[in-house]
């Protein structure tokens, strides 16, 4: 019998890679998404669609009890629905946990409860790393998240944490780039324009994860049938935000860059400002506070040694190959 998978937040970019990847693993994929949400990274006909009640707890079980009578249950759910950004800092915690508590209440309660569910959650659970010997972030460190998104996966985390037998995988990816993202795309975009904006003049120290490998951890940790883990995602490197920037650079043969160095002061001031005309547009901004929180870090580092023990993963993409790999993706679709 085919296997069903659910992705929640699968019109996003890292939901719709997931949702590809399960179809070419043959799954019957289930892409959990808003009737509202563009369908632009969803357009295989294989797909099914769902739109789920996560905030009222008595819809919802009716939702997924109906659909388990007609359908049989999801054996795995891959959890990527969240906010990561908002106009209010409480409609963080209102949709990051609060709804995620309302979705694993009402699959214990239903008794269809997935042999495997992977929550989405981010390495600024964690909160500030080691800004002195800039030493990687340990999972076994205690997490003192210092953003309201950062807040909210935790206080997921936790949840999940707390309920007996739940079969969850956590985890907690650093910055995730590749083809059809645009997030990085402006940065790219600023570079190819010659112009290249960091924040602070201390030490930086990045860390990222290619998409296509953080999709082949979700699929090792449900072919693996891992459970009650926690992991950190990334390539395992540590790379300087003026290393990050050479690597754009040469990718783009963009010969000469004016790199501008903000102080965090200033930059403090401007996110301050743009979260306020957020506020009177009554639309969210990414620049905003917590953007600034994650700006100011200095370290982003994190030690995949667990994740490298327990399901043998390997990168397949370092940052100057997949940085590479992703500026031709965007060349080719137009985006750059």
């Known amino acids: 019998m085919q296997k069903k998978i659910l992705i929640t937040g699968a019109s996003g970019f890292i939901g719709s890679a997931i949702v590809a990847r399960a179809l070419e693993e043959g799954y019957e994929t289930w892409a959990g998404i808003r009737s509202s949400s563009k369908k632009d990274r969803l357009q295989d006909k294989r797909i099914n669609f769902i739109d789920l009640n996560y905030s009222d707890k008595e819809k919802l079980t009716d939702q997924l009890r109906s659909f388990t009578q007609k359908n049989g249950k999801f054996n795995t759910i891959v959890h990527v629905a969240g906010l990561t950004k908002a106009i209010r800092k409480a409609d963080f915690e209102k949709i990051n946990f609060q709804y995620t508590k309302n979705f694993v209440d009402v699959l214990v309660a239903a008794k269809i409860v997935p042999d495997s569910f992977v929550f989405m ?19 076994d460190r205690e997490p003192n998240p210092n953003t309201a998104y950062g807040k909210s996966k935790l206080l997921a985390e936790n949840y999940l944490k707390s309920i007996p037998g739940f079969p969850y995988v956590i985890l907690r990816p650093t910055g995730v780039y590749g083809p059809n993202d645009t997030d990085y795309l402006i940065l790219m975009k600023a570079v190819q324009k010659g112009v290249n904006v960091g924040a602070g003049f201390k030490k930086q120290l990045l860390s990222f994860i290619y998409i296509s490998d953080l999709v082949d951890i979700v699929f090792s940790c449900i072919d693996k049938k891992i459970a009650q883990k926690v992991y950190f995602v990334s390539d395992g490197e540590g790379y300087t935000d003026d290393e990050f920037n050479k690597i754009v650079q040469r990718a783009l043969q963009k010969k000469r860059v004016l790199r501008l160095k903000i102080p965090l002061f200033i930059v403090k001031a401007a996110a301050y400002v743009s979260e306020k005309i957020g506020e009177l ?22 030690d995949i040694t667990p994740l490298k023990e327990d399901i043998g993963f390997f990168p397949n993409f370092l940052l100057k190959e997949g940085v590479e790999k992703t500026i031709d993706w965007y060349k080719e679709k137009g985006w750059l």
Do not use: H
């Open 281 to 302: 547009l009554g639309k969210p901004i990414t620049f905003n506070t917590d953007k600034y929180k994650i700006m100011k870090q200095r370290n982003w580092t994190c």
């Open 121 to 139: 959650s981010t390495l600024g659970a964690m909160g500030v790393g080691d800004e002195i010997d800039y030493l990687p972030m340990q999972c």
